[in-house]
């Protein structure tokens, strides 16, 4: 059984670009989960979303967005990027319908942005 | 929300040592999981005690949840168990993961 999928792993931006990324979870799992990790912020919970809808949004700004598709395959979009955007982001898929589900990681996709 | 603490922030030991990690957390939870994060980004699972003891080969994990704290146990430590190690929890109130500092470890040959 494939894993959780991310696309790209590695991009580099500049300020004021945008950008989208992409995860594919487990097959069978239809929520799924964006984090950000930054050395000086941790790993911080985005968004959430099952069965194409958003079901809990983290504490970050408008820029950042997502969407799921009816596969359960997810994007995440940050637009205008500035320089503190830099972050590994990782996609979680789970098979639960609620939150008492295990959590399987990707690989994670590194932004840098200049 | 909910707050996750972990210790120690860091920790060497020599091949072969034996360690003990802690995580603390500060509500009820209804699920808890341990990662170990590998020099690649990628966060394993090790894990999923939302209480409760497991084992896996070197490693073991206990969650007391009515005391709110959950230890994961690591023998006979290799290199290759260097890395980070985070718990993350989610509160019986709450719907998303939270994740603690994380601990360092690093294992000299």
């Known amino acids: 059984k494939a894993g959780v999928t991310q696309t790209p792993r590695y991009l580099i931006k500049t300020r004021g670009q945008q950008v989208t990324l992409s995860c594919s979870p487990i097959s069978g799992h239809r929520s799924v989960s964006w984090y950000q990790q930054t050395p000086g912020q941790g790993l911080q919970f985005l968004f959430e979303?099952?069965?194409?809808?958003?079901?809990n949004k983290g504490n970050f700004p408008g820029r950042f967005s997502g969407r799921q598709f009816s596969n359960s395959r997810s994007e995440m979009n940050v637009s205008t990027l500035e320089l503190g955007d830099s972050a590994l982001y990782l996609c979680?898929?789970?098979?639960?319908?609620?939150?008492?589900?295990?959590?399987?990681f990707g690989e994670g996709s590194r932004l840098t942005v200049l | 929300g909910i707050q996750v603490e972990q210790s120690p922030p860091d920790l060497i030991l020599q091949e072969g040592a034996n360690s003990t990690l802690r995580c603390n957390f500060s509500d009820s939870v209804n699920n808890l999981q341990w990662f170990h994060q590998n020099p690649w980004g990628q966060l394993i699972n090790l894990f999923y005690i939302p209480s409760g003891t497991k084992q896996n080969g070197r490693l073991s994990a206990t969650t007391v949840a009515t005391e709110r704290y959950s230890l994961l146990y690591i023998s006979s430590s290799q290199t290759t168990d260097s890395g980070v190690y985070f718990c993350a929890v989610v509160a019986n109130y709450g719907q998303n993961f939270v994740f603690g500092p994380g601990t360092r470890l690093s294992v000299l040959p």
């Open positions: 979303y099952f069965s194409e809808t958003q079901r």
């Open positions: 979680a898929s789970s098979w639960k319908t609620d939150s008492t589900g295990e959590l399987f």
